[in-house]
């Protein structure tokens, strides 16, 4: 599990800015399980197995495109359905196994105590995001919390937007979000916030660097980023 170390300048410049976060493979560090459960979904179609590189290296949004990439064709509607339940299927029964990255909890505490805003953005479902979130205890942290309302495969560029706007008082270039997806800094561009990617999740750090916006190792890289960036 990846280090999310110390905070260092957090309280400077959180007051008036917000972040928004996302949960898979960032907040919650799942990864493992992803890859479990995309492998499960892959040998169902009788494809080779994605060691954790190849598939850091291949990964995209929207999903089909990623399937794509290692298919040679994007998948028929009946294939990507039957893919996508065994994918979930299989994801509920790993994650569970799976926590917060580590140091994540105290990063959420200092920046509210700082006197910043947070909000979750996940494209993982919503009935099911929400009692994860509470389990951790961390629900407090949140002005809002956001998971995916219909159906999977999509950009979050359009969540996102529908997010700051039931955010009031939130100010787009006074937000950063912060995740592990090119996809997470395609959306804080479409809304006019900033961004910044974590390399612990779905992308390598190479592919992330293609987004043009600051990659980090750590959360606390994330967060003193984050503060940079508005400050």
Same mark, same amino acid.
């Given at each position: 599990?990846?280090?999310?170390?110390?905070?260092?300048?957090?309280?400077?410049?959180?007051?008036?800015?917000? =972040?928004?976060?996302?949960?898979?493979?960032?907040?919650?560090?799942?990864?493992?399980?992803? #890859?479990?459960?995309?492998?499960?979904?892959?040998?169902?179609?009788?494809?080779?197995?994605?060691?954790?590189?190849?598939?850091?290296?291949?990964?995209?949004?929207?999903?089909?495109?990623?399937?794509?990439?290692?298919?040679?064709?994007?998948?028929?509607?009946?294939?990507?359905?039957?893919?996508?339940?065994?994918?979930?299927?299989?994801?509920?029964?790993?994650?569970?196994?799976?926590? =917060?990255?580590?140091?994540?909890?105290?990063?959420?505490?200092?920046?509210?105590?700082?006197?910043?805003?947070?909000?979750?953005?996940?494209?993982?479902?919503?009935?099911?995001?929400?009692?994860?979130?509470?389990?951790?205890?961390?629900?407090?942290?949140?002005?809002?919390?956001?998971?995916?309302?219909?159906?999977?495969?999509?950009?979050?560029?359009?969540?996102?937007?529908?997010?700051?706007?039931? =955010?009031?008082?939130?100010?787009?270039?006074?937000?950063?979000?912060?995740?592990?997806?090119?996809?997470?800094?395609?959306?804080?561009?479409?809304?006019?916030?900033?961004?910044? #990617?974590?390399?612990?999740?779905?992308?390598?750090?190479?592919?992330?660097?293609?987004?043009?916006?600051?990659?980090?190792?750590?959360?606390?890289?994330?967060?003193?980023?984050?503060?940079? =960036?508005?400050?």
């Amino acid at each position: 599990m990846p280090d999310a170390g110390t905070a260092g300048a957090a309280g400077t410049t959180a007051s008036g800015a917000h =972040l928004v976060w996302d949960w898979n493979g960032t907040l919650f560090h799942d990864i493992d399980a992803v #890859l479990s459960a995309t492998n499960a979904a892959f040998a169902e179609l009788g494809m080779e197995s994605l060691t954790l590189e190849r598939y850091r290296r291949l990964y995209c949004v929207p999903i089909p495109l990623f399937y794509e990439r290692l298919m040679g064709r994007l998948p028929t509607q009946a294939e990507w359905d039957h893919m996508d339940a065994v994918f979930h299927r299989h994801y509920r029964e790993h994650h569970i196994r799976c926590g =917060l990255a580590a140091g994540a909890a105290a990063l959420l505490e200092r920046w509210q105590e700082a006197g910043g805003t947070q909000s979750i953005l996940s494209m993982y479902q919503h009935e099911d995001l929400l009692p994860l979130v509470r389990g951790f205890g961390i629900e407090g942290r949140f002005v809002r919390v956001d998971g995916r309302r219909g159906p999977s495969g999509g950009s979050k560029a359009e969540h996102m937007e529908r997010h700051l706007r039931a =955010l009031r008082g939130v100010a787009p270039r006074r937000t950063v979000v912060i995740g592990d997806a090119v996809d997470d800094a395609v959306a804080a561009a479409h809304v006019g916030a900033h961004a910044v #990617l974590y390399s612990g999740g779905s992308h390598s750090r190479p592919s992330l660097a293609e987004a043009g916006v600051p990659v980090v190792d750590t959360l606390a890289e994330a967060v003193a980023e984050a503060e940079r =960036l508005v400050g």
